[in-house]
């Protein structure tokens, strides 16, 4: 069922629900400048299925959410967790389990920190408890003097030849997208390029202002690191991540395993992406650790 939920800030954000809203709530945090339709429809069915009320939904500047005019009203990390919380209380929810993959891991975070009474479980899937890393390589800046690694060259290069050579057309911009999704895919697994078609297609079709998705990134560097306030996490969580993450390599996944107390660390052959190719053993996993 669709759903539009209102913000303290009065933006408008669009969401769906699966299952009884009567059973154990999960929300679904996508990663930056992604759609929640990124969520497969299977892989939420399947949670729903294993008894679980799952909540997918829009950030700000994406899909069929509100878009936001970022000089006059810039916005962090902390302003998308309070999207979070209010994406809870719009669905009569008081308390989820938090399922955050990438950007979506660090709203996830800091609402275990910020809101803890909020959070019923912790599911971290590629993320990191430092962004720095990542957006500094990103931005040609020098990463050495960070504890965790900058995303591999291959991830670079890619996004240097982009810059060197922007897509134009629609079929271009098509296509430079899903040779970006095939670099983040990697792992052991062969890249899922018919459904990440399709998936690209429907959320250019969803998109009111396709450009807005990349306010995420003023968001994320706008926004410190979790390194220290990570340690504070008390809820039980579980952290996924793929041995051949090209964005995030592995020993991010290390460090907020170590950080966060009783957490457990599950490792598949994938890259930053587990949709359709890793989804059967990403939601065996989650809906284990749930039960458990």
């Given at each position: 069922m669709e759903k539009l939920i209102t913000t303290n800030d009065g933006s408008t954000l669009w969401s769906e629900s699966f299952g009884?809203?009567?059973?154990?709530?999960?929300?679904l945090i996508m990663g930056a400048m992604n759609q929640g339709i990124f969520w497969p429809d299977e892989f939420c069915?399947?949670?729903?299925?294993?008894?679980?009320?799952?909540?997918?939904?829009?950030?700000?500047?994406t899909g069929k959410s509100s878009t936001v005019d970022f000089q006059k009203?810039?916005?962090?990390?902390?302003?998308?967790?309070?999207?979070?919380?209010?994406?809870?209380?719009?669905h009569r929810v008081g308390k989820a389990v938090i399922v955050g993959l990438s950007m979506g891991g660090y709203i996830a975070q800091l609402l275990a920190i910020d809101h803890p009474e909020c959070v019923d479980r912790l599911v971290l899937i590629s993320t990191t408890?430092?962004?720095?890393p990542y957006m500094a390589a990103t931005m040609g800046q020098p990463v050495d003097a960070f504890s965790l690694p900058?995303?591999?060259?291959?991830?670079l290069d890619y996004l240097h030849a982009t810059a060197a050579n922007p897509p134009r057309t629609a079929e271009e911009i098509e296509a430079n997208m899903i040779e970006g999704w095939a670099v983040t895919y990697g792992g052991e697994r062969p890249f899922p390029q018919e459904q990440i078609t399709a998936a690209i297609r429907l959320a250019a079709q969803r998109a009111a202002n396709p450009y807005a998705c990349f306010q995420h990134g003023r968001a994320v560097a706008a926004s410190p690191d979790r390194l220290e306030s990570v340690k504070r996490i008390t809820a039980p969580t579980l952290i996924i991540h793929g041995r051949y993450d090209a964005l995030l390599p592995l020993p991010h996944a290390a460090y907020t395993a170590k950080a966060i107390s009783g957490s457990q660390l599950q490792i598949f052959g994938?890259?930053?992406?587990?949709?359709?190719?890793?989804?059967?053993?990403v939601l065996a996993s989650i809906s284990g650790f749930i039960k458990n």
């Open positions: 009884n809203p009567a059973d154990r709530a999960v929300l069915r399947g949670l729903a299925q294993a008894g679980h009320h799952v909540i997918r939904y829009d950030h700000r500047d009203h810039p916005y962090d990390l902390d302003t998308l967790a309070q999207d979070a919380v209010a994406m809870l209380q719009g408890a430092d962004h720095r900058a995303p591999d060259n291959k991830f994938m890259g930053h992406s587990f949709m359709w190719s890793w989804s059967d053993e």
